[in-house]
């Protein structure tokens, strides 16, 4: 297949997104209506401004970037807009399956309602299955850099929406902030029914990962990148087809790998590794799916099958049932069998 066959194929091809964080998809024109609309004032005087200021070293210097963003956020139409523009995007880049991650402690800790926050983005999850049929789930973040009663006092807040939610992650600040410290509200999480996902490997070590699988049971590892400095870790993710939800833009513009072309995401597949393709946060990482994959195929020289392959793989490592599976893997496959 030639490169713009191959470009089309990434492009039409119907995808599912597992790694994305709402608020990291906040585009700097939306901020700045928000913004305009709640009366706040933003640090920077213009888009350009805003945009300008993307540059970052580390993943702490972009969550510095990324709460102050996620600041302007204060009404149920805010996160409604936030999040319908989210799949206005990914409705053009043929994604029909998403799992949406959001922090409610970014938002409650400023005093908003963690209902304001739901019911702006389940409005949004409904309007988008309506119109565009996309399906969607959600998956509530504990914020790693907050103590462990704070994810306590999140987990009692969302039990009246515990039918919206269908899993709880960790994210934030990796370095210093071990899945361990979460351990007895993963537990809490499990008992009451909720999946459970966690940020490990993205900055950290390997041992975070280790820490994730020993102490969260969790069904998949989000971004998992550090692995791949273990050996035995490696063979224990391959044996046990633990999904690993990894972000390459993501990973290039936070500076966990130094250019796309030695992304491992092609050497993860060769380890046998269950790899997927994800944006993270696109509004400051530079692409959605459709440009995360482009990136990933051009500088590995990935084929065709790879690219059904990384696909497959996040239909499998969905929170979908096996028949809601099952109808969009038939889509994949007949997809990629009229592409031959
Ligand atoms: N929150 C939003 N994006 C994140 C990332 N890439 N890592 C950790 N926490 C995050
Ligand atoms: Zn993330």
């Known amino acids: 297949m030639n490169t713009n066959n191959l470009h089309q194929f990434i492009e039409n091809m119907p995808k599912a997104e597992l790694h994305l964080h709402i608020e990291g998809s906040f585009e700097p024109e939306l901020m700045f ?16 401004e805003l945009k300008a200021a993307y540059q970052f070293n580390n993943l702490q210097e972009f969550l510095d970037i990324y ?6 956020l204060q009404t149920e139409e805010d996160y409604y807009d936030l999040t319908m523009a989210y799949f206005y995007k990914i409705n053009e880049q043929n994604v029909i399956h998403t799992e949406i991650m959001f922090d409610p402690q970014t938002h409650t800790d400023r005093g908003i309602e963690f209902l304001t926050v739901i019911n702006g983005i389940k409005s949004a999850q409904d309007k988008a299955k ?3 049929g996309i399906t969607s789930k959600l998956i509530m973040s504990f914020l790693r850099h907050l103590d462990e009663d704070s994810a306590f006092k999140t987990l009692e807040q969302s039990l009246p929406f515990k039918n919206l939610i269908a899993a709880v992650g960790l994210d934030s600040s990796e370095l210093g902030n071990p899945p361990s410290k979460f351990k007895n509200v993963f537990s809490q999480s499990i008992k009451l029914g909720f999946k459970t996902v966690a940020h490990a490997g993205e ?18 590892i989000d971004h998992g990148n550090k692995s791949l400095d273990d050996e035995r870790l490696v063979n224990h993710l391959a044996e046990e087809k633990m999904p690993l939800t ?10 966990n790998v130094d250019k ?13 590794l269950v790899a997927t393709v994800n944006s993270d946060d696109p509004a400051y990482f ?9 990136a ?5 020289n990935l084929t065709k099958e790879d690219v059904y392959q990384l696909t497959l793989n996040s239909f499998n490592a969905s929170f979908l049932n096996e028949d809601e599976k099952s109808t969009l893997i038939t889509k994949l496959d007949n997809y990629f069998e009229s592409s031959k």
Not at 67 to 72: F, K, T
Not at 286 to 294: I, Q
Request: charged share 25%.
């Open 130 to 132: 309506e119109e565009f």
């Open 246 to 255: 990894v972000c390459p833009l993501s990973n290039i513009k936070l500076c």
């Open 260 to 272: 796309i072309e030695n992304h491992p995401i092609k050497a993860m597949l060769n380890k046998g």
């Open 203 to 220: 900055e950290g070590p390997a041992e975070y990962v280790w820490d994730a699988l020993n102490n969260l049971s969790i069904s998949r």
């Open 286 to 294: 530079g692409g959605y799916m459709n440009e995360n994959y482009l």
């Open 67 to 72: 709460y102050a963003g996620a600041n302007v």
């Open 296 to 300: 990933v195929t051009e500088a590995l």
């Open 33 to 48: 209506k928000i913004a305009d609309r709640n009366k706040i004032k933003i640090k920077y005087n213009s888009v350009e």
